[in-house]
């Protein structure tokens, strides 16, 4: 059974930093990419970014929001993601859920599997 | 900005069918596959359809999607209780610097 469970959410003042975890399990996570995506409170659902896998050399795609200010590791010996949030905006305030991501050359078909979300919350 | 648009809300009885709808442009649903999500109250997103018209295992086929141009639509009938929920649809979006995009999302309400 495939099990993402995320942590490290909590509240953090405006300009602040956070790091978030994704445990993976039930997949041969080294072979996946691997996203994240958040959901303001009662707002729809945002892509953050994305991990591609070994073979095609970890690469990493941000979105606009939070390119260079949000960066995506992974230590595939501890099968985990990471979110490290810099420069916190009240924006930023949302669940951030790691998705098991299928992923052809750059382009995303969908996201198989969810975690069921960390919130993170940003006070100014 | 939401680059996919969905209606806010939908509405039948049970036992009825409801389409939603996603329309887009030719740099996402128009270049790449659609897929869909269903959202129950305070749960996450679950996959109900990928590359346009697939189902995962356990969805069952009551659930259909397709894709036409620059939109796609979700079909669900004989709908039940349980389907209550917000459902988005989500693609890649081709333009450089966006990556991947989801609809606006709509609830639907079983009367």
């Known amino acids: 059974e495939v099990q993402l469970v995320e942590s490290g959410g909590g509240l953090v003042q405006s300009g602040g930093s956070l790091r978030l975890s994704c445990a993976a399990s039930?997949?041969?996570?080294?072979?996946?990419?691997l996203s994240w995506v958040r959901q303001a409170p009662g707002k729809g659902l945002e892509w953050v970014g994305r991990?591609?896998?070994?073979?095609?050399?970890?690469?990493?795609d941000y979105a606009a929001s939070v390119k260079g200010r949000f960066t995506i590791s992974r230590d595939d010996s501890k099968n985990s993601l990471y979110l490290q949030m810099n420069s916190l905006r009240a924006e930023d305030t949302a669940i951030y859920y790691c998705?098991?991501?299928?992923?052809?050359?750059?382009?995303?078909?969908?996201?198989?599997?969810w975690g069921q979300g960390t919130l993170v919350t940003v006070s100014s | 900005q939401s680059f996919l648009t969905q209606p806010p809300s939908v509405s039948a009885a049970p036992g009825q069918r409801v389409t939603i709808s996603c329309s887009g442009s030719?740099?996402?649903?128009?270049?790449?596959?659609v897929s869909w999500y269903q959202q129950l109250p305070g749960t996450a997103p679950k996959l109900l359809i990928y590359e346009n018209d697939k189902r995962p295992s356990g969805i069952p086929d009551r659930i259909s999607g397709s894709k036409s141009g620059t939109s796609a639509t979700l079909d669900i009938i004989g709908l039940q209780t349980g389907d209550e929920a917000v459902y988005y649809c989500g693609t890649w979006d081709s333009t450089l610097g966006v990556g991947g995009v989801f609809g606006t999302g709509t609830k639907l309400t079983v009367l």
């Open positions: 991990t591609r896998n070994k073979a095609n050399s970890y690469t990493t």
């Open positions: 998705a098991k991501s299928t992923v052809r050359g750059v382009i995303i078909y969908y996201f198989d599997y």
């Open positions: 039930g997949f041969s996570y080294s072979n996946h990419a």
């Open positions: 030719k740099s996402n649903i128009g270049n790449n596959y």
